[in-house]
């Protein structure tokens, strides 16, 4: 399994950026993705996820600000990221995981990418 993130940066608060996840080595079209972020100082969070069919799940903070998709023949999956608080910032992670197996406090594990770092400046 290789997940590989990318797209994170420096954003004024109130701007967009839009993250991108590589994956291999597993079926990613049969698989569920979720995004997931750590902020500093705190723990993982689980952000927004989506299922094989396209069903997609966020958690109520970035609920009309953060959407989620995928593409099943490049093996992508995305994080549009728009009006961005400061409170946004964090390293950006994905994972392979249905939302409805998110637990509160998630653990990273081997197969999980390196993380992209999103910094929102006030």
């Known amino acids: 399994v290789r997940l590989v993130e990318s797209g994170g940066g420096l954003v004024q608060s109130g701007g967009s950026l839009g993250l991108s996840c590589s994956a291999s080595?597993?079926?990613?079209?049969?698989?569920?993705m979720s995004w997931a972020r750590q902020a500093p100082g705190k723990g993982l969070e689980w952000v927004c996820g989506i299922y094989r069919d396209g069903d997609t799940y966020c958690i109520d903070s970035v609920k009309g600000r953060f959407t989620i998709s995928r593409d099943n023949a490049d093996q992508m999956v995305y994080l549009q990221m728009n009006n961005l608080e400061p409170e946004d910032t964090a390293v950006y992670y994905c994972?392979?995981?249905?939302?409805?197996?998110?637990?509160?406090?998630?653990?990273?594990?081997?197969?999980w990418g390196q993380g992209t770092q999103v910094t929102v400046s006030s």
């Open positions: 994972a392979i995981e249905a939302p409805s197996l998110w637990t509160f406090d998630p653990q990273r594990d081997d197969s």
């Open positions: 080595g597993f079926t990613f079209r049969e698989s569920p």
